[in-house]
């Protein structure tokens, strides 16, 4: 029991530090995004006069692997044996890809606000090209108006666009956003061609206002399914205690 107890505070620990650091990361990543990275310095020789020492963060060991070797360390504690010396890599690798998909709450909400702000981005463009406004400047100007991680990448693009980029590269700055994908295959197609975007935009728009009630509309469904089934699984055991089962033993006793 107690080599049990140590492994779970081992695996229970790593997974907290493993969260802990995760999130940390995320909101460092969200807040330099707006930042522009510093040029590298240059490393010091040492005594030998090689110059690709290894930097601290080089050095510094991965949470989430210490997790799963901690799990491993755990299978192979509990279990013993051959059992557990077989089980200890194969588990190591399980929680290691479990652990390296959950996505940070920091980078979960950040997509959330940029899939919600995205229909009022596209009316809001159709409205300063309609006012005779050229992309760049439609797309900049969206961007001042509108707070949030949607306002940064329209930022970039609008700046790209400025610049002379290729508006493919400049639009890709959007794909990462879920919806955006149809934003920017109208804006090439305007770009290609010189077809109005302002039209395209409103109904895009008006397609994700839609998309998103239907979402709305499914999650909802499903969350009443879901509530149902607890109460389903509770009052079943019930009724058959309460209700079959006293009659299936009064036919019994008059059998017997």
Do not use: N
């Not at 493993?18 to 460092?28: F, K, N, S």
């Not at 930042?35 to 930097?55: E, L, Y």
């Not at 050095?59 to 070797?69: M, N, T, Y």
């Not at 002379?164 to 197609?189: F, K, M, Q, S, Y």
Request: charged fraction near 25%.
């Amino acid at each position: 029991m107690t080599g049990m107890t140590l492994a779970a505070c081992a695996v229970a620990g790593g997974v907290l530090l493993v969260l802990g650091r995760a999130r940390r990361r995320a909101v460092r990543r969200l807040r330099g995004l707006d930042r522009v990275p510093a040029a590298p310095r240059p490393v010091p020789p040492d005594a030998t006069g090689d110059r690709t020492a290894p930097t601290p963060s080089r050095l510094r060991p991965d949470a989430i692997r210490l997790v799963a070797v901690l799990a491993g360390v755990s299978v192979v504690v509990v279990v013993g044996g051959w059992p557990g010396a077989l089980g200890a890599p194969l588990t190591a690798v399980l929680i290691d890809r479990m652990l390296r998909r959950i996505e940070p709450p920091a980078v979960r909400e950040r997509r959330r606000r940029e899939a919600e702000d995205l229909p009022l981005a596209a009316d809001l463009l159709a409205s300063a090209m309609r006012a005779g406004a050229p992309v760049d400047r439609s797309v900049l100007a969206v961007a001042d108006a509108l707070d949030g991680p949607l306002a940064q990448r329209l930022t970039r693009v609008g700046r790209l666009l400025r610049l002379g980029a290729d508006p493919e590269e400049a639009w890709a700055t959007l794909d990462v956003v879920r919806g955006a994908e149809r934003l920017t295959a109208a804006a090439l197609r305007s770009a290609a061609s010189g077809a109005a975007l302002a039209g395209a935009l409103t109904r895009l728009a008006d397609d994700l206002r839609a998309d998103r009630a239907t979402a709305a509309e499914t999650t909802a469904r499903r969350a009443g399914v879901l509530i149902v089934l607890p109460l389903g699984l509770c009052f079943l055991p019930a009724f058959i205690l309460a209700g079959l089962v006293p009659v299936i033993v009064a036919v019994l006793g008059d059998v017997l």
